[in-house]
C-alpha cells in the first residue's frame, strides 16, 4: 500500500487545516478544491455549501456571515486574492503550526489513502 501525502482537510470542531493548522480552507486545499473542480465556480460553491451547515453550527467566535465568507465566499476569487488574503492574516507562528502538524499526526488523524 503506497503513502500519499496527507489531505488538507479540516480538524473538527475547531475548523483548522489538519496539515498547516490555517483556518479552512487553507490555501493548499482551496487550490486543490479550485483544480478538481476544474475553475467551475458553481460546481465548487455546491460542493463547499456541503461543509457550510456543520461550520455554522461548530465554529464558535465568528458571525454567521464571517464563516459563510470562509467557507464559501472565496470560491468566486482568482487565486492572487487568496495569496494576499492568507499573507495579510498570517501571524507568521511557524512554532505554533508544527506543533500543531505533529499532534495531529500522533493523534493518527492522517488516514492512509489507496
Do not use: F
Not at 461543509?51 to 467557507?71: C, F, M, P, V
Amino acid at each position: 500500500m503506497a503513502d500519499y501525502p496527507a489531505i488538507h482537510g479540516p480538524s473538527r470542531p475547531d475548523w483548522n487545516c489538519l496539515v498547516c493548522g490555517d483556518p479552512w480552507p487553507c490555501l493548499v486545499r482551496k487550490r486543490q478544491l479550485k483544480e478538481l473542480c476544474q475553475c467551475n465556480i458553481r460546481t465548487l460553491v455546491r460542493y463547499m455549501n456541503e461543509y457550510l451547515r456543520d461550520a455554522h453550527a461548530e465554529i464558535t467566535g465568528l458571525s454567521t456571515a464571517d464563516i459563510t465568507e470562509r467557507i464559501v465566499g472565496w470560491c468566486g476569487r482568482p487565486l492572487e486574492m487568496w495569496v494576499v488574503q492568507e499573507h495579510s492574516a498570517d501571524s507568521g507562528d511557524q512554532d505554533s503550526r508544527r506543533r500543531r502538524y505533529e499532534s495531529n499526526q500522533k493523534a493518527g488523524r492522517y488516514g492512509r489513502h489507496g
